[in-house]
């Protein structure tokens, strides 16, 4: 495994941002109003939708997770099975987590890209209680943050292909990984059009559940 790509970022700096409701709150997983469409089915988070990608084996998990309406309240739901998260989550769950947020563009466009531009050129950073990886932590002085911060960075690619790369992200293609499934059916490419066919709250009825690896 890769050593960590620790980095230091000063947080006058920065733009961070930890809870929903302050002005850059809607680059966190958790903010609601930036819904995803997939069959049909309206998913609240990017959140909810990261967390049942841990589950492509377990479709009735993955419901449970996509029926909770809060995110914080998906997320919980998923802990109880995190065991059996499917055996390649640490090697996936970056291409997943980078998926998520280019469907979270492509269904919220106007609003999320607004926000990404909005940042200028600034570092972005999830600033964190306790997770170095997606985020960074405060240190003492509280004028430094240190982490990975793999959501922030991820975040800062999409900004970057917004100012010079758009035609790239008029589709989201699912990522190149093994077991891509959504309650039994895999995961198709995206457009801005899936929100209009918007019509059933319900996800396709599973089938069989497959097994996986």
């Not at 390649?88 to 466009?109: E, F, S, Y």
């Not at 932590?137 to 900004?159: C, F, P, Q, T, W």
């Not at 059916?185 to 097994?211: F, G, R, W």
């Amino acid at each position: 495994m890769a050593e960590p790509d620790i980095r230091t970022y000063r947080r006058d700096e920065a733009v961070c941002f930890r809870k929903t409701d302050e002005p850059f709150g809607g680059l966190s997983n958790m903010a609601p109003g930036f819904p995803i469409f997939i069959f049909g089915r309206r998913i609240r988070t990017s959140e909810a939708l990261y967390q049942a990608c841990r589950f492509p084996h377990l479709p009735e998990v993955q419901a449970l997770i996509l029926d909770e309406s809060s995110p914080m309240t998906a997320k919980m739901r998923s802990k109880p099975f995190r065991a059996r998260s499917r055996p390649d989550w640490d090697r996936v769950r970056v291409p997943i987590m980078k998926w998520c947020l280019r469907t979270k563009l492509l269904h919220n466009w106007e609003r999320f890209s607004e926000l990404l531009l909005s940042t200028g050129e600034k570092p972005i950073v999830e600033d964190s209680r306790k997770d170095a990886f997606w985020g960074a932590i405060s240190e003492k002085d509280n004028a430094h943050l240190v982490g990975e911060n793999i959501l922030g960075r991820l975040l800062m690619e999409l900004r970057s292909k917004l100012l010079n790369d758009q035609g790239s992200l008029q589709r989201a293609e699912p990522p190149n990984i093994e077991c891509f499934l959504l309650v039994d059916h895999p995961i198709p490419v995206l457009s801005p059009y899936d929100c209009l066919s918007a019509d059933s709250d319900d996800l396709p009825t599973p089938a069989t559940q497959l097994a996986f690896l």
